[in-house]
C-alpha cells in the first residue's frame, strides 16, 4: 500500500483545502478552480490538468506564473465547466491564455471551454504542450520544431501525439513572465509554444503509481526498469532488463537533447515523479550535466526536483530545454509561486572527494598485531548479523560503519600497538559514519595515545589503556551500564583488569555484559527510539567490544 487514504475523493477534497489553507494568496472557487486573489492586471494563465503530480499545477499559482487552475481528480482531467469559470474569473480583457498538457482529455475539455468563452467575446488563446519523446511516434526527425502543425506536438499517423510532462512548467514560467512585464495575448501565447516547441522530455521508473484505493499501476521485477513513462503511472514504451543509471541517463539526454534540435545553449531540468529520493534526483541531474557537456552543449541552466510528479511513482524525468537570452530572461523573472525554483546558472560539476580520506595513518609496517587482526577479521566476517542487529533495534546501519572502517586495511595490522589502535581510531572517526564512528573512534583513538611503543600486547598495561578508552566514551556519550550501549561491554571488562584478573576473566565479563543488553530496553543510542521493539535484540556494538577482548586474551 502506497497511501494513506483508501479512496481517491478524500485526499482530492482535503489536499485541496490544505493547499488553501497554507497559502494565504490563493482561494478555492466553488465552480471548481482555485485562484490567484489580487491578481495584478494583464493577460491571465490559466492551467489545470488532472490531479497526483503537485505542485503541478497549485504550486504554481502566483505573480509571474499561473492565475487559475483547474484540478481534476486524480489522474483524471478537469471538465470544460471548470476551464470555462476559471478563465472568465481571471479575464480582465486583456485576455487569456490556456496552458494545455497534450492528453485527449485535457484538449477536449480546454477545448469546449476555449470555444465557449469566445462565444461571450472571452478571447482565449491554448498553447498546448508536448515534450515527450517517449509517444513521438511522427516522424522523429528532432527538428525542435514539431511537425508543423503549429502546437508541435503531432504524433503523426493521426495519434494523440506527444504527451505534455516537464516542459510544462517552463512554459508557464515563461508566459507568465512575459504578461507579467505586459505583453499581449498573442505575444504571450507565441512565447509559450516556442518554449513548447525547444523543449522535450523523457522519463524512466522503477514501477509504477499506487494512488488511494488502487492497485500499483504496472509493476516491475528488481531488476527491471521501465523506459517512457508517463504521469500518469502508464506504462512506459520498454521495459528492460536495467541498466546502470549512467547508461540510462545517456542514452536519455541523448535522445531530448537530439530531439529538442540539438540545442548549443540548454537549460536541463531533472524532475522526480513523487518517489525517488532527493540525493539521487541531485545525483541524476549531475550525471545529465556530464552528457550533455560531451555532447558539446552549453549548460546554462540547471533545475532539479520534485515539479512534476506521478502519484508516488519511483522515477524521474529528463527535460532539455534550448534556450537563448531573452527566453533565460523570462525563464530567471521572479515569481511568487511558491514551487518554482529560480533556475541555477551552472558552473561545471566538480569531482567530490574526500580529502581527509588521504593522510590517514596506515598500519602496513612494524611488527605484526595478530590479536587486533584477528579482531578486525571476525568483525567484518559479522557485518552483516551486526547490521541485522542494528537493524531490528535501530537503523541499520552498523556493519556498515564497522566494514567502512576496517576494510581498508590489510592485514595483518602492521606497527606499534599504540600507532595500529591509533590508525584504528583515525579510520573510524573519519571513514564511518553515525555514534559508532564517534563512539569506536575516539575508543581506539584514546588507548592508541596511552599504549606508547610497545611492540607487543604483552608489553602493554591494558588496565591503564582500556580505563583510558572507557573513561573517553563514557564522558562522551554519557552512557552507563544498562544503558544498552558499548560500555555494557567494556566496563565489566575494565573493572575485571583493574582487579588483577586475566585478560580471559575480563573477555568473559566483556561477553556477559553485552549479551545482558538483549534482556533489557536500550536506554541511549537510537534503540532508544524503539522502546520494546530492542527487547531481546542485544547491542551490536556491545558484541563488537566483547569480541574486542576475546580477541585480546588470543
Ligand atoms: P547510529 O546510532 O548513529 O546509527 P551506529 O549504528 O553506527 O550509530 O552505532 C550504534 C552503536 O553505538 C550502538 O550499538 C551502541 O553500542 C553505540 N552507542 C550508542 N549510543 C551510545 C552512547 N551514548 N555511548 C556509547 N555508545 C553508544
Ligand atoms: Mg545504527
Known sequence: MGAFFDDATTPYRLGLAGMVAGRSDIAWRDRGFLELTDRKKGVALVSGGGSGHEPLHAGFLGEGMLGAV????IFTSPNARQVLEATRAVDDGSGVVHVVKNYTGDVMNFGVAAALAAEEGIRVETVLVGDDVATDLGDGNGDGGGNGDGDGVAGGSGGPGRRGTGATILVEKACGAAAARGAELGVVADVGRNVARRARSIAMSLGGARTPGSAESFSLADDEAEFGVGIHGERGVDRRKRMSVEDAVAEMIDEVHGAAGSPDRVLVLANGLGGIAGLELEAILALACGELESRGARIERTMCGNYITAWDMAGFSLTVLGVDDDLLDLLDAPTSAPAWDAPAPYSGVPEISDGALDDLPAADSGPAQPELSAWVERVLAASDELTELDRKAGDGDFGVNMR??????????????????HALGESYLVRAGGTSGAVFGLFFATMGATAGDAESLSDVDLAAVARAGLDAVVELGGAQVGDGTVVDAIEPAVLALEDGGTLADAAHHAA??????????????RASYVGDAA??????????MARFFEALAG
Do not use: I, M, N, S
Open 70 to 73: 483547474c484540478p481534476g481528480h
Open 404 to 421: 567502512e572502517a576496517l576494510a581498508p586495511f590489510d592485514l595483518p595490522l602492521r606497527g606499534t600497538v599504540g600507532a595500529v589502535l
Open 512 to 525: 556477559t555484559g553485552a549479551e545482558a543488553t538483549a534482556d533489557r530496553v536500550a536506554g541511549k543510542g
Open 535 to 544: 527487547k531481546g535484540v542485544a547491542d551490536p556494538g556491545a558484541l563488537v
